[in-house]
């Protein structure tokens, strides 16, 4: 059975830092999807990443996915209030589709 | 496109009732849809998958006789936790993926306070 670890569990940061959240599993991604979800709401699809050694920005978010495609980071810059949330990274595990999670990360950016 | 809707977005229900929460695909067919189980602080965890016309598939240890599903057409899903408890109250939150593709579009969820 596939893990997906995320580090850190908890972040809180002050408005303007820079961070990086990770995600590692215990077997080779079929295809990581980055996820934000609100309290009080569902998990909204940030990106997928395929490719080994792929890079893609999202505005301040950066998404990292290794060459192995056994690990894969976001990067935020310049943290903003509204980045507040719980990040959670997913894999397909199965033809039907189905995905696993990490536990999560949960962000608080303070103003 | 692609919005999935959920009813109701907060229930509160009394010990040994059932409740009933729904799952629409507002704008495209969904052949399968899924259901999460999320508590506080916690990720989503997969309670079953659904495809329209058949039985669901439950995944280990989620009771089947406990958590009914119902995908009786492309675009409505339902959830009855019957005789509820309140260790099933927890955020619910379907998905809907359209045919051959495996993206998955996220409901809202459901908050079920069992008192």
């Known amino acids: 059975t596939q893990l997906l670890e995320q580090s850190p569990q908890f972040l809180s940061i002050q408005e303007g830092e820079n961070l990086t959240v990770y995600c590692n599993s215990s077997?080779?991604?079929?295809?990581l999807q980055w996820y934000r979800q609100e309290p009080g709401e569902g998990p909204v699809l940030l990106v997928t990443?395929?490719?080994?050694?792929e890079v893609k920005k999202l505005k301040r978010l950066t998404f990292q996915f290794g060459d192995a495609r056994k690990d894969s980071s976001l990067h935020i810059t310049a943290a903003q209030p509204g980045d507040t949330g719980l990040y959670l990274c997913?894999?397909?595990?199965?033809?039907?589709?189905?995905?696993?999670f990490g536990q999560g990360t949960e962000l608080s950016v303070k103003p | 496109g692609a919005v999935v809707s959920q009813h109701p977005s907060r229930v509160i229900c009394k010990s040994g009732t059932s409740v009933k929460i729904e799952c629409r695909s507002l704008d495209f067919q969904a052949t399968t849809m899924f259901w999460y189980r999320q508590f506080p602080k916690q990720s989503l965890m997969l309670m079953a998958t659904s495809n329209e016309g058949s039985k669901a598939t439950y995944e280990q240890g989620v009771e089947k006789d406990k958590f009914l599903i119902n995908h009786a057409s492309l675009t409505l899903s339902t959830l009855t936790v019957t005789s509820a408890h309140p260790e099933d109250s927890s955020f619910y939150i379907c998905?809907?993926?359209?045919?051959?593709?495996?993206?998955?579009?996220f409901g809202p969820g459901t908050r079920l306070t069992v008192t």
């Open positions: 990443v395929v490719t080994g050694g």
């Open positions: 997913a894999d397909f595990y199965n033809q039907g589709g189905k995905l696993i």
């Open positions: 077997s080779v991604f079929s295809s």
């Open positions: 998905s809907a993926r359209r045919g051959g593709i495996s993206e998955q579009y």
